[in-house]
T-cell receptor, first 112, second 116 residues
Framework: GEDVEQSLFLSVREGDSSVINCTYT??????LYWYKQEPGAGLQLLTY?????DMKQDQRLTVLLNKKDKHLSLRIADTQTGDSAIYFC????????????FGAGTRLFVKA | GAVVSQHPSWVICKSGTSVKIECRSL??????MFWYRQFPKQSLMLMAT?????????EQGVEKDKFLINHASLTLSTLTVTSAHPEDSSFYIC????????????FGPGTRLTVT
């Protein structure tokens, strides 16, 4: 079945860039997402990218997609303490009723 | 736009009782909604897909008689945890799939259920 994997922890200093990586297995993935979850809260959609795109930039966020290697990354420029959260990578194909498969989440720690 | 609400945001109930959680898409229509369960420090586990006007589709291992789902309108889905037990304590999150455009999925804020 489909699988999404990502590293569990990342620690960076305030002001540095953060790069969170994700790999997925479903070659029919159409949309790839990054969600942010703060403690005790639901998921916030940060950004998404279509499978026919290589890169998408939105303010401090840059998403890179390598479809050949099924690798997705999220870069956060000038990381702030408020960026500390869990970041989930997710993918969705065109089959299976639009089900979205989530990775385990990467916990980002930002040190002041 | 694209706001999804859940009610209640947290609930404590006794073993053996039933609890209903509501998920509403406030400013868009959603034929399809999803119910997820999240254990502490873990990812989201899809429990079921809720379709307006038809029966929900449950994922393998999820008891449909225990987790009753009703998608009564294009903006409301409910999850009822029947005969709750302490092991049902979890964070339940719903999401709604917008009925147009890129079919983006928007998440509710979650409901924390504690069964004593």
């Amino acid at each position: 079945g489909e699988d999404v994997e990502q590293s569990l922890f990342l620690s960076v200093r305030e002001g540095d860039s953060s790069v969170i990586n994700c790999t997925y297995t479903d070659s029919s993935s159409t949309y790839l997402y990054w969600y942010k979850q703060e403690p005790g809260a639901g998921l916030q959609l940060l950004t998404y990218i279509f499978s026919n795109m290589d890169m998408k930039q939105d303010q401090r966020l840059t998403v890179l997609l390598n479809k050949k290697d099924k690798h997705l990354s999220l870069r956060i420029a000038d990381t702030q303490t408020g960026d500390s959260a869990i970041y989930f990578c997710a993918e969705r194909g065109n089959t299976g009723g639009f089900k979205t498969i989530f990775g385990a989440g990467t916990r980002l720690f930002v040190k002041a | 736009g694209a706001v999804v609400s859940q009610h209640p945001s947290w609930v404590i109930c006794k073993s053996g009782t039933s609890v209903k959680i509501e998920c509403r898409s406030l400013d868009f229509q959603a034929t399809t909604m999803f119910w997820y369960r999240q254990f502490p420090k873990q990812s989201l586990m899809l429990m079921a897909t809720s379709n307006e006007g038809s029966k929900a589709t449950y994922e393998q291992g999820v008891e449909k008689d225990k987790f009753l789902i009703n998608h009564a309108s294009l903006t409301l889905s409910t999850l009822t945890v029947t005969s709750a037990h302490p092991e049902d304590s979890s964070f339940y999150i719903c999401s709604a799939l917008r009925d147009r455009g890129t079919y983006e999925q928007y998440f509710g804020p979650g409901t924390r259920l504690t069964v004593t």
